[in-house]
């Protein structure tokens, strides 16, 4: 292991502005509390207010974070004066539905009102980075990529990025609108962006900002092989979380608690650090509702996994196979 001392001395670039964030982000969806269960303000405020002393400059919300926000309005509550001192992403393009179904919808004047709602919400006048969250089926992307362009061309964000497309999305959105950033799920599981949109990103100096590090949780190497989920938590839902692909979870987890032992750090942080330092990854974005799982992530920066310990997580990956994993909701 080698370890950094300054706690912005891994900061990095996002795309190709002079903004910098933290490897280490904070996923504001738990905090929305719709499928994170024993959420409450209190320790949401703490959480999110704890980011600056732990070194996370990085926050991710979006417009649907929460039935009205709430995740946008607890960080605009938590950083008060701090404004400038963080970088704030959020998204737009996906609403609830009165079903309380997700709902796409990336019209332009969709996206212009959700924009400038979440600013509201956010206590602010731009963000640093605006993502239309998931392509609407029935608009061109081209059509949602020209409104975000006009939004940063008017100062209501810095940058602007996409999420859950593939190469094919984010050439389209590109041709129309600079990309600084793409957001797709990622971990030592789930790696099907290795194969294309990670490399075309890289090449074009985008930031690859990784969704699910943790897998929900599961790679937090908390989640004891004999738990038993609350029925009101939202994971019960996710193959991942049940049944024989739960044991084989279970069975590559034991495999990082052996390697954390080993070198003092914990789960969370073995896997977390792996994902930060993989070629072309900009950050990682860990969901957290307490102070004490975000102060455990942050223990993920400033470090590195020897070359021995790289190649056995390699092994335990292989070994593993593909998991399944349908079955998800955006968040
Ligand atoms: N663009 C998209 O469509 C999309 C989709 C999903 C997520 N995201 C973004 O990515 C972020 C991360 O996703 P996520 O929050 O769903 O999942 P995640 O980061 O993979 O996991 C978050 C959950 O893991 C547990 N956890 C986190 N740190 C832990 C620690 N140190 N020890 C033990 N448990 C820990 C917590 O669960 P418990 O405390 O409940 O056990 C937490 O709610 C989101 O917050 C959001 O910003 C974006």
């Known amino acids: 292991m080698t370890h950094l001392p300054d706690m912005t001395a891994e900061y990095r670039p996002l795309g190709r502005t002079d903004i910098r964030v933290s490897p280490v982000a904070f996923g504001a969806w738990p905090i929305a509390g719709m499928t994170s269960i024993d959420v409450n303000d209190a320790d949401s405020l703490a959480t999110i207010a704890a980011c600056l002393d732990v070194g996370i400059n990085f926050l991710d919300t979006a417009y649907c974070y929460g039935p009205n926000g709430e995740s946008e309005r607890l960080i605009a509550r938590a950083i008060g004066a701090n404004r400038d001192r963080v970088v704030i992403a959020t998204k737009g393009g996906i609403h609830w539905g009165p079903d309380g179904a997700q709902t796409l919808d990336g019209r332009p004047e969709t996206l212009r009102r959700e924009c400038e709602e979440s600013l509201r919400r956010l206590g602010t006048d731009r963000v640093e980075l605006l993502y239309l969250h998931a392509p609407d089926p029935k608009t061109p992307i081209a059509e949602s990529a020209g409104e975000l362009k006009r939004l940063m061309d008017e100062g209501k964000t810095r940058s602007v990025g996409v999420s859950n497309v593939g190469v094919e999305g984010l050439a389209q959105f590109h041709a129309v609108c600079p990309l600084a950033a793409f957001q797709p799920p990622y971990n030592m599981l789930q ?135 349908r079955g998800a909701v955006r968040s």
């Open 191 to 325: 790696r099907e962006i290795e194969a294309d949109s990670l490399p075309w990103c890289r090449e074009r100096n985008i930031s690859v900002m990784v969704y699910w590090p943790l897998m929900k949780g599961l790679l937090a190497g908390k989640l004891a092989r004999g738990h038993v989920f609350d029925p009101r938590d939202g994971r019960r839902k996710y193959p991942m979380f049940s049944g024989e692909e739960w044991e084989k979870n279970q069975d590559f987890v034991d495999h990082l608690r052996a390697i954390a032992a080993e070198i003092g750090k914990t789960v969370a942080q073995v896997v977390v650090n792996w994902t930060i330092h993989r070629p072309g990854v900009t950050a990682a974005l860990c969901g957290a509702k307490r102070p004490a799982q975000l102060r455990e992530n942050a223990g993920a920066m400033r470090w590195r996994l020897s070359a021995e310990h790289l190649a056995r997580i390699d092994r335990a990956i292989a070994e593993r196979g593909t998991p399944i994993t």
